[in-house]
């Protein structure tokens, strides 16, 4: 029997960015806290909690915290705002923000400066996108569908400044580009979508079509795992979700030829690891 992973699976670049960010400022000895929680993986986030990291959950936990030590800005970034904040807080703030969400921090503050009216594709309330917002100086508008692309109406001639979220549908951004080329809102169309998501979606749905078992490993609240989780199903009937190890009843008939393994992009390397050896060696 054999057991092959994804391949693409696990953290991405920025995710990954981040943690080992973390992982330094721990080696320092300083006081650490996260701006929300690193990662949407409850046992990264409770082991780093082991090794002294406190998570700041908003604005009102900055303005209680003594204001020594250093807080790290997750990969999702944070409004400009809560950025001066923390600073103002005289906490020494790293930024570990991914470089493909700083783009688009950029993106829309030249925009803003050049008189334009920022549009995101984007889920409203994520924090990426909250983040996002709050580098626009000028007005902002999030829209998720296109019917909200159809509805919107620039201010008063404005030139428009389309960006995406980075996790954002392809197709539907594709849509909504057409549907603002229509009505002449295309002054700066910038695909801002990073294909990790993309990436890690394609290579598990090529696995699940030729495994007779898939294990998706990712948190509940993780909604890129959850993702995973509905391809490979599709793909394949016997499709497990699990959180850790604890979590696998796996029950493999005689004729199981392949078993897949697929990570959300939140879901650390040593959980992979233990769930392949584990697969391995007992099957
Ligand atoms: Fe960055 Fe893409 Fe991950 S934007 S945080 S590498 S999903």
Not at 39 to 55: D, P, T
Not at 78 to 100: H, N, S, W, Y
Not at 104 to 129: F, L, R, S, T
Not at 227 to 252: G, V
Request: proline share 2%; charged share 25%; glycine share 8%.
């Amino acid at each position: 029997m054999e057991v092959k992973l994804a391949e693409y699976a696990g953290f991405c670049f920025g995710v990954k960015r981040a943690i080992d960010t973390v992982h330094a400022q721990i080696d320092t000895g300083k006081k650490i806290y996260t701006y929300g929680p690193i990662v949407h993986n409850e046992e990264v986030v409770r082991e780093l909690e082991q090794k002294g990291v406190q998570v700041i959950e908003g604005e009102e936990d900055l303005a209680a915290c003594d204001g020594t030590g250093t807080i790290i800005i997750r990969a999702h970034g944070v409004p400009k705002a809560t950025q001066e904040a923390m600073e103002q807080r005289g906490l020494e703030c790293i930024d570990a923000t991914c470089p493909f969400v700083k783009r688009i921090h950029k993106i829309v503050a030249q925009a803003g400066e050049d008189g334009m009216e920022v549009v995101i594709a984007g889920n409203a309330g994520h924090p990426e996108v909250e983040g996002i917002k709050g580098w626009c100086s000028g007005p902002v508008t999030v829209i998720e569908t296109e019917e909200e692309a159809q509805n919107f109406i620039a201010r008063d001639g404005q030139k428009v400044c389309l960006v995406s979220q980075t996790t954002f549908n392809y197709n539907k951004f594709q849509s909504i580009v057409e549907i603002f080329q229509k009505k002449g809102y295309n002054d700066n169309v910038v695909n801002t979508i990073c294909n990790a998501t993309e990436e890690r979606q394609h290579s598990a749905r090529v696995l699940a079509a030729e495994a007779d078992v898939m294990i998706v490993i990712g948190s509940k609240n993780s909604s890129n795992s959850r993702k995973l989780y509905e391809i490979c199903s599709a793909e394949c009937a016997r499709t497990y979700f699990i959180q850790t190890l604890d979590d696998l009843r796996l029950e493999l008939p005689k004729a199981v030829r392949l078993v897949g393994i697929t990570a959300g992009a939140s879901t650390p390397n040593n959980l992979i690891e233990e769930v392949q050896n584990y697969v391995r060696i007992n099957f």
